[in-house]
């Protein structure tokens, strides 16, 4: 009888408590938008783009469309964490032709945190000529570096990826200098893109990610994805509408010491090496790291097959391999995708590879 009464003020207990806790739950203190739905598909060049999940690593949010469209009464509509409210008001009508960029500001529940956002509808034109000169602490949190390019008009265009996002969840308190992918000062001319393998400390070593390597690429990051399947967060590619021929630029590279599996052990006999390629595909839909080689979709690759250890700046020109033949018309509306990948671990998507190798580039260029 004891038992069954201590039974039930355990229940009750446990009533009362939940019932104060929903009760008094704190306000939301995330202020991010989470979605952005576009209505008019129309303009798209990438019909997915009619609802955007919206990373939290970046605050610039650039959506492609078709050249010509009419941009003058486009009406954003956002999804944003819960109670939070964003100004101007998600559907409201705002002329984004000529490259205008509107800034959003989003506020959170509790009313103690901002997050600004700028909105710009663009032509899916691209730099093909790369000279990493430009490259800036990313927002909100000035962690690490991401390059951008600079277009014919002066406005800038965030084309370059890495994985940088992802190695702050491990190694929050290192440089920005310390992370895998940063601007290095020594290149060929001017600046370059310096990068490097890392150790992810002891929270990489739980999960058997014990490497970083520095990647670079055209397309987009998506650390969410990436948490469940670190493959799936890099997103390759941008719509381009010319037949590539030639990646052609400069490299240096020094492999690390030891080169280890996942498990952290020496691979025996065998040096770490690193990866440079560039890939053009149907973008029926948008190629990861799971398939960016594989995938029935690719037209045609560029891939340096003979990387060597060099500690001079050295030349490489790798013409595009046809797979399949083009289509005038897919060309001409944007219906396939070029990416540019750098890495200085061939098989640091595996987490395999030596901490210490760096991968120098510079001068890189697309000939179509």
């Keep these: 009888m004891k038992y069954a009464y201590f039974i039930k003020a355990c229940a009750i207990f446990l009533l009362v408590n939940v019932s104060a806790c929903i009760k008094d739950e704190a306000p939301n203190a995330e202020a991010d938008i989470e979605y952005l739905l576009i209505k008019n598909d129309s303009i798209l060049v990438n019909k997915a783009d009619t609802l955007v999940k919206i990373g939290t690593e970046s605050n610039q949010i650039i959506i492609k469309v078709l050249p010509g469209s009419d941009l003058r009464a486009l009406s954003p509509t956002f999804i944003l964490t819960k109670g939070a409210v964003v100004s101007p008001a998600s559907g409201t009508v705002l002329d984004f032709s000529d490259n205008k960029e509107h800034t959003y500001t989003v506020i959170s529940e509790d009313g103690k945190w901002t997050k600004t956002y700028t909105l710009q509808f663009r032509d899916p034109k691209i730099n093909t000529a790369y000279s990493f000169e430009n490259a800036e602490l990313t927002a909100p949190q000035n962690k690490f570096y991401s390059f951008y390019e600079l277009l014919a008009d002066g406005t800038k265009d965030n084309l370059w990826a890495s994985g940088n996002a992802g190695f702050m969840l491990s190694q929050y308190s290192a440089l920005p200098e310390e992370y895998p992918t940063a601007p290095y000062a020594l290149g060929k001319n001017g600046f370059c893109a310096k990068l490097e393998t890392r150790s992810t400390g002891s929270l990489g070593a739980m999960v058997n990610k014990r490497i970083a390597a520095g990647n670079l690429f055209i397309g987009s990051f998506q650390v969410e994805a990436a948490l469940t399947n670190p493959l799936t967060g890099t997103r390759f590619g941008v719509p381009f509408n010319y037949q590539p021929i030639l990646l052609k630029g400069w490299y240096k590279y020094a492999p690390g ?47 340096m097959t003979n990387a060597t250890a060099c500690s001079e700046w050295t030349y490489f020109e790798l013409p595009f391999v046809y797979q399949k033949q083009v289509d005038t018309n897919k060309l001409n509306n944007y219906q396939y995708n070029l990416t540019v990948v750098f890495s200085s671990s061939k098989n640091g998507g595996q987490f395999i590879g030596a901490i210490g190798s760096v991968l120098l580039i510079d001068e890189v260029e697309v000939t179509y």
């Design 257 to 303: 010491g030891v080169l280890q599996d996942t498990d952290g052990n020496p691979i025996l006999g065998q040096t770490d090496i690193c990866d440079i390629y560039a890939v053009f595909y149907e973008n029926t839909q948008q190629l990861d790291g799971t398939n960016i080689l594989t995938s029935p979709l690719i037209v045609a690759v560029a891939r």
